[in-house]
Each structure stands twice: as structure tokens, then as C-alpha cells.
């Protein structure tokens, strides 16, 4: 198995990157969002852009001026995980017990509430310094976790990459679907991303369905300084049958004349925060205010009336699938290049990366022939 050609994400997730897009609409200067300190992610940073430094060199300085499209260039192991993306989306349903509390909602503001919170907290998961490997077309993923739940995942597509999933409740009391392209720019020293695709989640005790897609995102500090992530924009959910709709926005310097209520006693700006409203038939019903990077807080959603943290990322426990035990033969744990960076072996990773690329490429170049073969 191999990674995907065009191997080009610097950050965890994002597959197609552009130097010289504009990012002014995001990157504003602040310092808000998640800021990778740590030492063991200072370690990272730093042995990740030597590698990406030695690419550029030997690709040109004309890359950072002109802007070109770095698709098809493959990143050395030393950025990697030793992780497929398959794998490493389940990060994303950290908290996967809240949809299984949506399932046992007695109604459907209560429920939204919940997916929310799942939602968001999963925004929180995804912080990591290195990225992982782009799955190989075909690819697949199997895992089952302690409630019971699975997930299959699979790639779908070559180009654009884009991998599908199902995390299916063992009792079919919701079915948790969706496909996802990570389409991305950068530019100096910013990368700019999103992952393309609706996520639905259907309950069968009353056949309604949730459906979001996720916001963008921004990574900071690639090749120098602080390296930090954040989110922005609005995320916006709807359950159609029963008329419940949600429109959560990250990022205060967005904030309108509701958000501004929950502001601190200083009244400044907190750029990771989130504001919305939950509505039923057009009307408002409940508002919620935290941070992606710490707690959902909906202001009446307790009892009496009173606010309820549905999420918090400090008390709340994280939930990771375990591979099952007999996948298929296309499991992205069979991949050479993933088991020898398990083993440390990063030189015979880069190996093994090499020779699937390689297999991959010429993959692509048969499926190309054989559709101008058919006048496709």
C-alpha cells in the first residue's frame, strides 16, 4: 500500500496546498487558537521544518515566490505520523459517547445539543504537530469501539482525495456518516484548510437526520516562530423533520450584538470563542457560549431552565476506536511504510514510501489510459 502522489499536507489533514493564495481573510496577526508548546511538540516542530526546509532547497526559492502547486511533491517521513488519515480521523469522535446521549434524548433540542457539543469537542482532538499518511485509493479502515460502535472508513478517491466513513451504533440507534476532501492553501508561512463535505447523523427512533460541515481552519508558524492553530466561521447544523436548526460561529472578532452578552468582564475579544443560537420553527430556544479549545455551555439547557456543560474538554473522557481483529486485507495497518515508522525505522520507511508512491503513480496513469481509451 501506499501513500497517496501527491503527498503535500505540512499539517495534520490537509492534502492540497498552493503558495502564494491570499489567507488575509483569516490570518489576521493575532496570537489566538491553539498554540503547540509543549516540549515534545517543540521537538517535532523542529525536526519537521528541517525536513521541509531541505524539500525547499532542493525544489527552488521560486516556490515561496511565484506560488506553486505542491500536490504532487512528496513530503519526507520525517513530518509524519505513523498513522493513515483513516486512522487518524477517529480523533475527530473523541467524544463519541455524546451522540449515543442524543440518541436518548426525549426531544430534539435536547438531541441537537449534544451533537453539537460532539462536534466541537472533536475540533479540539485535532492537534497534533505531525500529520498523518494520505490513504492509497481503496484503502480501509476498521475499528469497534468499548460501547460497541464501529466505524468503517475507506479512500474513495485518488484525485481529489477523499475518504468516506461509517461509525454505526450496534443497535442501528444512529448511523453516523460522511466524505471528506481536504482542500488547502498556503502562502509564506500559513496554511489555510478545510475539510469539504456534509456529515449527517440519522436517528432511527424518529428517521430525523443531522447534517454540518466544518469550518476552516488556519496553521501558523510552518517554517519559523510560533506555531498555532485556530478555527473560524460558523458551523451550521439542521435537522429538517423536526425543524430544529443551530448556527455556531468561532472566532469573536465575528461576534454580533448576542455574543457580545457573553463577553468577559474586560469586554475584550476572546478569538477562540463560540457563540450561536439553537432555534425550533424560527424561534430561538437557547444560546450557548465556551471555546472549541475548552467547553460547550448552553445557557438553559439544564434543569429549571438553568445552563448546562454539555462538554469540557478537561473532565470530559476521550474515547479511541480499537482495530478489529480480523480487517481486511486493505486495512491501512498492512502498510510497510506505517509499520517501519512504528518500528523507528524511518529509513526504511522513506523506503517503502518511495517504492508504494511509485505503484500509486503508475496506478493513476493505467485508470487515465484506460478513460481516454474509452473516450471518457
Keep these: 500500500m501506499s501513500n497517496v502522489s501527491g503527498e503535500a499536507r505540512i499539517s495534520p489533514n490537509i492534502d492540497a496546498l498552493r503558495i502564494g493564495e491570499d489567507l488575509a481573510d483569516l490570518d489576521d496577526g493575532t496570537t489566538d487558537g491553539y498554540v503547540f508548546d509543549s516540549p515534545a511538540d517543540l521537538e517535532e516542530i523542529a525536526m519537521q521544518r528541517q525536513a521541509i526546509w531541505d524539500l525547499l532547497k532542493n525544489l527552488g526559492s521560486h516556490l515561496l ?32 459517547d455524546l451522540l449515543q446521549k442524543a440518541v436518548d434524548a426525549t426531544d ?40 460497541g460502535v464501529r466505524v468503517h472508513a475507506e479512500q474513495i478517491s485518488h484525485h481529489p482525495p477523499v475518504s468516506s466513513w461509517q461509525v454505526a451504533d450496534p443497535d442501528r440507534k444512529f448511523l453516523f456518516s460522511g466524505s471528506g476532501n481536504w482542500k488547502a492553501s498556503a502562502r509564506g508561512n500559513s496554511i489555510k484548510g478545510q475539510q469539504a463535505g456534509i456529515n449527517r447523523v440519522s436517528f432511527s427512533n424518529d428517521r430525523s437526520v443531522i447534517t454540518w460541515e466544518l469550518p476552516p481552519l488556519l496553521l501558523r508558524g510552518i517554517l519559523w516562530g510560533e506555531r498555532s492553530l485556530k478555527y473560524s466561521g460558523t458551523i451550521s447544523f439542521r435537522d429538517e423533520l423536526n425543524q430544529v436548526e443551530c448556527d455556531i460561529t468561532i472566532d469573536g472578532s465575528k461576534q454580533s450584538f448576542l455574543s457580545s452578552l457573553w463577553r468577559g468582564k474586560k469586554g475584550h475579544k476572546d478569538l477562540d470563542q463560540l457563540h450561536g ?16 479549545l475548552t467547553s460547550v455551555e448552553w445557557e438553559k439547557g439544564g434543569p429549571g431552565g438553568r445552563s448546562l456543560r454539555v462538554w469540557d474538554a478537561a473532565k470530559h473522557p476521550v474515547q479511541a476506536p480499537k482495530p478489529i481483529l480480523e480487517p481486511l486485507p486493505s486495512d491501512a495497518r498492512f502498510r510497510e511504510d506505517l509499520q517501519a515508522l512504528q518500528k523507528g525505522d524511518r529509513d526504511k520507511a522513506q523506503e ?18 484506460a478513460k481516454q481509451a474509452a473516450g471518457q
Design 277 to 292: 443560537s439553537l432555534r425550533k420553527g424560527g424561534a430561538i430556544v437557547d444560546t450557548m457560549r465556551g471555546s472549541w
Design 65 to 96: 515566490r511565484e506560488g506553486v502547486n505542491l500536490t504532487k511533491v512528496s513530503l519526507p517521513v520525517k513530518v509524519f505520523e505513523p498513522r493513515s488519515f483513516l486512522q487518524r480521523i477517529t480523533d475527530n469522535w473523541a467524544y463519541i
Design 352 to 369: 517503502w514510501k518511495s517504492r508504494l508512491e511509485q505503484v500509486q503513480r503508475r496506478d493513476q496513469a493505467l485508470r487515465v489510459a
Design 108 to 147: 430534539p433540542v435536547t438531541r441537537m445539543q449534544y451533537v453539537v457539543a460532539f462536534v466541537i469537542g472533536g475540533l479540539r482532538r485535532q492537534t497534533s504537530t505531525l500529520k498523518p499518511f494520505n490513504p492509497i485509493l481503496g484503502e480501509t479502515y476498521q475499528g469497534v469501539y468499548s460501547s
